[in-house]
């Protein structure tokens, strides 16, 4: 993260005695990334972090994914993956699995219960609140999040999500890290002046907070058979047990609303729509936002070859203008694949000419590797979407 940050009782100086009111020390745990090269954060533990009482397999469930053959771009439905009204799921063990490669794999879950301790040991999160709200626990505190709100999630952080009734999530699950696109940062970290938004967007964990507790179970997804797989650890003690922690290492939420569009007088590319990266992925937003203002603009999107990605769009607001007539709603994701040309739907174009604003909300990621259909784009897939650029129809 771009910057320090530190909450609760910590000693003066690293690395040295700190002890509770009895006397006793505390457990001084260095999360690191980068073998303790890059960002990292101390965190005082009142028991032993590392101590594991019991342990098991946790079945993922279908997490195989096949190729986008033949190739064609698609329209996934979310909103058809989980029954009106459908209940007891939680945000952890509850997610189906839409695309993925080697470097991400995007979910969904609607849930409405109180999920699972949880690690992700292969990478960083990101999680989208499209709708609903909840409140995600961590070692570090607690973020208080609704519709709107990414939730950035650094590697192995322990947590867990309770919903206040049913809320939907659109996960993105990096094999790598996650944070600002570095055009953005300064050489020490900082967000620039350019940026879309700045630190003060951030909002950071509420705590640390001490919870007593025995024979605690800990859901993992880690690298095993097949490139993903789950261990349950059942710890002697509640992980939230941090006094206090500080460093430059945390989870943290950012409102899509607080993007400032950057806008000119004739159509920008995809990247001035960039809030986040990770490893060969980035993460867009495509926010409510006046439009080009050249006399003889369009202000659709023009036909587009992304020679070197898959674009993945996950619509989760107003109207999209550049997707009329394709039968994209809330709740749609469109897949349009490196090696087809796509744009605006017949007739957006024409549509658009005069348009001063658009009201939409849509949140992309474009990996820089082909995506593979996992079973949830199987289960949701309109396989008519291909044909909507043949005016004709």
């Known amino acids: 993260m771009p910057y320090y940050h530190r909450a609760g009782a910590v000693p003066p100086k690293r690395h040295t005695q700190h002890r509770d009111p009895d006397g006793n020390l505390y457990y001084e745990e260095l999360m690191g990334e980068e073998g303790f090269s890059s960002d990292s954060s101390l965190l005082y533990h009142r028991h032993i972090p590392s101590a594991v009482r019991e342990f098991r397999v946790w079945d993922l469930g279908d997490q195989s994914l096949v190729p986008n053959h033949p190739l064609v771009p698609r329209h996934l439905s979310t909103h058809k993956l989980f029954e009106e009204g459908e209940s007891g799921i939680d945000a952890v063990t509850g997610r189906r699995l839409l695309l993925g490669n080697e470097d991400v794999r995007l979910a969904y879950v609607v849930a409405d219960t109180v999920s699972p301790h949880y690690r992700n040991a292969i990478g960083d999160e990101c999680l989208y609140i499209e709708d609903g709200r909840a409140r995600v626990e961590t070692v570090f505190g607690d973020l208080e999040v609704a519709g709107g709100d990414y939730v950035i999630v650094p590697r192995a952080t322990t947590y867990r999500i309770v919903p206040a009734g049913a809320v939907r999530i659109y996960v993105i699950e990096a094999n790598s890290h996650i944070g600002p696109a570095r055009r953005y940062l300064s050489q020490h970290g900082q967000l620039l002046e350019h940026a879309p938004y700045c630190e003060r ?129 809330q709740g749609s994701i469109s897949l349009h694949p490196g090696g087809h040309p796509h744009g605006p739907q017949p007739g957006a174009m024409e549509r658009s000419i005069g348009a001063e604003f658009f009201d939409e909300l849509a949140v992309m990621v474009d990996t820089f590797r082909p995506l593979l259909l996992g079973e949830a784009a199987h289960a949701t897939d309109d396989a008519m979407y291909v044909y909507s650029w043949e005016s004709s129809r």
């Open 201 to 329: 967007d951030l909002r950071l964990p509420d705590g640390p907070r001490t919870v007593e507790g025995e024979n605690v179970e800990v859901y993992i997804k880690h690298r095993g058979p097949g490139g993903v797989a789950g261990t349950v650890h059942t710890l002697p003690n509640h992980p939230f047990d941090v006094v206090g922690w500080d460093g430059c290492l945390y989870p943290y939420v950012f409102n899509i609303r607080d993007f400032e569009p950057i806008t000119g007088r004739v159509h920008q590319p995809p990247p001035a729509h960039q809030v986040f990266e990770g490893h060969n992925f980035v993460i867009c937003n495509f926010v409510p936002r006046k439009v080009d203002y050249h006399p003889l603009s369009v202000p659709v999107p023009y036909y587009h070859s992304n020679v070197d990605s898959d674009e993945v769009m996950f619509y989760c607001g107003g109207d999209y203008e550049a997707r009329k007539g394709s039968g994209i709603g």
